[in-house]
């Protein structure tokens, strides 16, 4: 019984770690965040654009969490600023799920 107990214990464990080793913040609402970085984003951040071209594989998961941790020093800041809490942190789900160290990185299409 004891035995059985710990067992189930020990999956929990590994299976919680794994699943808070995922994801470094409490991930949003992906699909929004899609749509967020594409409507606010990619006006500039494209080829050809008023900024250099990014992409969810532009960066690595680390990288796009430190982006978004200073954004207030870029030079877009007034964008980000107009976006609520929310909506950052769903681009940032977006971005982060398909970093390029992401097990979905993003391909050129995406
Ligand atoms: C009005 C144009 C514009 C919009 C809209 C805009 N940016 Fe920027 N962004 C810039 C410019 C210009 C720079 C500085 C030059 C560069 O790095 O290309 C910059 C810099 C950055 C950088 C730092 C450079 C880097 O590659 O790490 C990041 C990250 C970034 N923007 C992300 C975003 C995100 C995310 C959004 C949407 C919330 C956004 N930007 C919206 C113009 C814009």
Known sequence: MTQKLFFIL???TVTASFVAA???FEPGDERKGKYMFRK???????????AKALSPNSKTQAQWEKAFEKYD????VAEWNKLT??????????LYTHAIDS???ATCAQ
Do not use: K, M
Request: hydrophobic share 25%.
């Open 10 to 12: 020990t999956v929990l």
């Open 22 to 24: 995922s994801f470094a």
């Open 40 to 50: 606010n984003c990619r006006a500039c951040h494209i080829d050809g654009g008023t």
């Open 73 to 76: 020093r870029y030079q877009c």
């Open 85 to 94: 809490p929310e909506d950052r942190n769903n681009i940032l789900t977006y």
């Open 103 to 105: 097990p979905a990185p």
